[in-house]
């Protein structure tokens, strides 16, 4: 046999395996099913990849030649060969027989269902929002400690169980998910300190109150994502009890290396993307900047008016603290004023409104807190996701692609270096380390090539997962509205009863009486 591939050449047990596995209702071999049975091979990842590149595929299917070429190529690089058609054409001998595992499983590959597109992320915002909720508090005797000594109580509802974090912790947790993640979003750390300039206008308290919501929103974004949430590193990250969470993370990182090499999509990633995908990332990039700068006003405007409830509420305290100093003034009246002047029984009334001042300004500090807890928290955990897709973008375009173009570069000077050497003799040695050097430059290539599609392929989810994201709008509206009605039920309530008190100790004429000034 020389090699050529067709349904007389091909030993019976590719047919056999090609009737196992095809469509029942086509005469091809969906993708889906073709990469579990790669998988079965225990072939590393790479080699996968190479084999998968060598395989054709028609609107997610694969021929029945197709997959008598990829069982050829699975049989030769189980034999210790480098898979590639070139090794097809030179096959002199009959193909040889793949390993695939026990025939009679093989047909249950086609019997799993199969999903909709693995490029699909299907998720809504209650699913990823009931994924998990992680509480993050500072351990109370530890409170007003210097920064270095912050400890950290973490309560994962999912796992439902407590464990205490330092900020080295999350540190350190933050550098290995960049790590394992670094095609997906990964939300930023805040800073482990203050910045210069800063104390003038923070207390210490009011920074470290500041982290520990920051760590939360942080947290709870990596919780709830679909591709962290289970993985062993989060796990061990919330779970682990040990003094030495640090080792035990970076132990299980080494175990399984970046989301690429355990990944199953990671060599069919090219075959999912729609042909305009760099157009539809430049697009869906520009309307998640837009978005980004809008929510980050919301957010300013939020903060300004929480801030303003608060400030209203130290306000209406220190007017009723006014109206109680001028109540206690014991000074006696002058006997030219104490005849007509009701001021002696007034000042006495004006000590007791200082407890309605007081519930006043409770319920506007109140108002306050629910403004900032409900409404600016809210809109800093979705400004976070969004600013984690951002950097994602820059890490796509600085990391992978530039990479790429490098390794081109150099792929491209050693060809030159090998057509120099072929036409100025030198010795053989070095002739043939340079072509061991070009095919494995050309390897690398290979492998950057499908990492660039597989960081197109999670760009493309984790956009879906921004859209996915996108009606906790409904839900910022909702607390906003909330906090403003329950607000201003509360304090309409207070004032209500401050007026007929008024109106008990004044009398109403005095209450209703005529504007002093002129309109």
Same mark, same amino acid.
């Given at each position: 046999?020389?090699?050529?591939?067709?349904?007389?050449?091909?030993?019976?047990?590719?047919?056999?395996?090609?009737?196992?596995?095809?469509?029942?209702?086509?005469?091809?071999?969906?993708?889906? #099913?073709?990469?579990?049975?790669?998988?079965?091979?225990?072939?590393? =990842?790479?080699? %996968?990849?190479? &084999?998968?590149?060598?395989?054709?595929?028609?609107?997610?299917?694969?021929?029945?030649?197709?997959?008598?070429?990829?069982?050829?190529?699975?049989?030769? $690089?189980?034999?210790?060969?480098?898979?590639?058609?070139?090794?097809?054409? /030179?096959?002199?001998?009959?193909?040889?027989?793949?390993?695939?595992?026990?025939? @009679?499983?093989?047909?249950?590959?086609?019997?799993?269902?199969?999903?909709?597109?693995?490029?699909?992320?299907?998720?809504?915002?209650?699913?990823?929002?009931?994924?998990?909720?992680?509480?993050?508090?500072?351990?109370?005797? @530890?409170?007003?400690?210097?920064?270095?000594?912050?400890?950290?109580?973490?309560?994962?509802?999912?796992?439902?169980?407590?464990?205490?974090?330092?900020?080295?912790?999350?540190?350190?947790?933050?550098?290995?998910?960049?790590?394992?993640?670094?095609?997906?979003? #990964?939300?930023?750390?805040?800073?482990?300190?203050?910045?210069?300039?800063?104390?003038?206008?923070?207390?210490?308290?009011?920074? &470290?109150?500041?982290?520990?919501?920051?760590?939360?929103?942080? &947290?709870?974004?990596? $919780?709830?994502?679909?591709?962290? *949430?289970?993985?062993?590193?989060?796990?061990?990250?919330?779970?682990?009890?040990?003094?030495?969470?640090?080792?035990?993370?970076?132990?299980?990182?080494?175990?399984?290396?970046?989301?690429?090499?355990?990944? =199953?999509?990671?060599?069919?990633? @090219?075959?999912?993307?729609?042909?305009?995908?760099?157009?539809?990332?430049?697009? *869906?990039?520009? +309307?998640?900047?837009?978005?980004?700068?809008?929510?980050?006003?919301?957010?300013?405007?939020?903060? @300004?008016? $929480?801030?303003?409830?608060?400030?209203?509420?130290?306000?209406?305290?220190?007017?009723?603290?006014?109206?109680?100093?001028?109540?206690?003034?014991?000074?006696? &009246?002058?006997?030219?004023?104490? *005849?007509?002047?009701?001021?002696? !029984?007034?000042?006495?009334?004006?000590?007791?409104?200082?407890?309605?001042?007081?519930?006043?300004?409770?319920?506007?500090?109140?108002?306050?807190?629910?403004?900032?807890?409900?409404?600016?928290?809210?809109? /800093?955990?979705?400004?976070?996701?969004?600013?984690?897709?951002?950097?994602?973008?820059?890490?796509?375009?600085?990391?992978?692609?530039?990479?790429?173009?490098?390794?081109? %570069?150099?792929?491209?000077?050693?060809?030159?270096?090998?057509?120099?050497? =072929?036409?100025?003799?030198?010795?053989?040695?070095?002739?043939?380390?340079?072509?061991?050097?070009?095919?494995?430059?050309?390897?690398? !290539?290979? =492998?950057?090539?499908?990492?660039?599609?597989?960081?197109?392929?999670?760009?493309?989810?984790?956009?879906?997962?921004?859209?996915?994201?996108?009606?906790?709008?409904?839900?910022?509206?909702?607390?906003?509205? /909330?906090? %403003? +009605?329950?607000?201003?039920?509360?304090?309409? $309530?207070?004032?209500?009863?401050?007026?007929?008190?008024?109106?008990?100790?004044?009398?109403?004429?005095?209450? %209703?009486?005529?504007?002093?000034?002129?309109?």
């Amino acid at each position: 046999m020389a090699g050529e591939l067709n349904e007389g050449s091909v030993p019976p047990y590719y047919r056999e395996v090609y009737e196992a596995i095809r469509s029942k209702i086509e005469e091809r071999v969906q993708v889906e #099913v073709f990469q579990r049975l790669l998988s079965r091979t225990d072939l590393p =990842t790479a080699v %996968q990849g190479q &084999i998968a590149e060598h395989v054709d595929y028609t609107d997610g299917f694969l021929s029945k030649l197709s997959l008598y070429k990829a069982l050829a190529l699975i049989a030769l $690089a189980q034999q210790g060969k480098q898979p590639s058609p070139k090794l097809l054409e /030179n096959c002199i001998q009959e193909f040889p027989k793949p390993q695939l595992g026990e025939f @009679k499983d093989l047909q249950t590959l086609r019997m799993q269902p199969t999903q909709e597109s693995p490029l699909t992320v299907p998720q809504t915002l209650g699913k990823l929002l009931a994924r998990d909720t992680v509480q993050v508090e500072l351990i109370p005797e @530890k409170k007003g400690l210097f920064l270095k000594h912050v400890e950290y109580q973490i309560t994962s509802q999912h796992f439902k169980i407590s464990v205490y974090r330092r900020y080295s912790d999350f540190d350190v947790f933050h550098e290995l998910l960049l790590q394992r993640f670094a095609y997906r979003m #990964v939300p930023a750390l805040p800073p482990k300190r203050m910045l210069k300039g800063v104390l003038t206008s923070m207390s210490e308290r009011d920074f &470290i109150e500041g982290r520990r919501r920051a760590l939360g929103r942080f &947290i709870n974004l990596v $919780a709830r994502h679909p591709f962290f *949430s289970e993985d062993d590193l989060v796990k061990t990250f919330l779970t682990f009890n040990g003094s030495d969470v640090q080792v035990k993370m970076r132990d299980a990182c080494k175990k399984v290396g970046d989301e690429f090499m355990t990944n =199953t999509m990671a060599t069919l990633a @090219k075959d999912y993307l729609p042909a305009d995908i760099q157009a539809q990332f430049s697009s *869906s990039r520009e +309307v998640i900047r837009n978005i980004h700068n809008s929510f980050h006003k919301l957010r300013d405007r939020a903060e @300004k008016m $929480a801030e303003r409830s608060k400030e209203n509420a130290t306000d209406l305290l220190m007017f009723g603290r006014e109206l109680s100093t001028l109540g206690s003034d014991g000074s006696p &009246i002058p006997s030219l004023a104490s *005849s007509q002047s009701t001021w002696g !029984i007034l000042r006495q009334s004006l000590k007791g409104l200082s407890v309605e001042f007081a519930l006043l300004a409770d319920k506007g500090a109140q108002q306050g807190r629910r403004e900032e807890d409900d409404v600016v928290e809210k809109l /800093n955990l979705f400004l976070d996701l969004l600013q984690s897709y951002r950097d994602l973008c820059e890490r796509h375009e600085k990391g992978v692609l530039h990479e790429h173009q490098r390794a081109l %570069q150099k792929y491209g000077m050693m060809k030159r270096q090998m057509m120099s050497a =072929t036409v100025q003799p030198k010795e053989q040695v070095s002739v043939e380390q340079l072509e061991s050097r070009i095919v494995q430059q050309e390897n690398a !290539i290979q =492998t950057m090539e499908l990492r660039n599609y597989f960081s197109l392929f999670c760009l493309h989810q984790e956009t879906q997962l921004i859209f996915t994201y996108l009606p906790i709008t409904s839900h910022i509206l909702g607390a906003f509205v /909330n906090s %403003q +009605v329950q607000g201003h039920q509360e304090m309409g $309530a207070v004032w209500n009863d401050l007026q007929e008190k008024l109106g008990c100790l004044f009398g109403v004429d005095e209450m %209703q009486s005529p504007p002093l000034t002129p309109k």
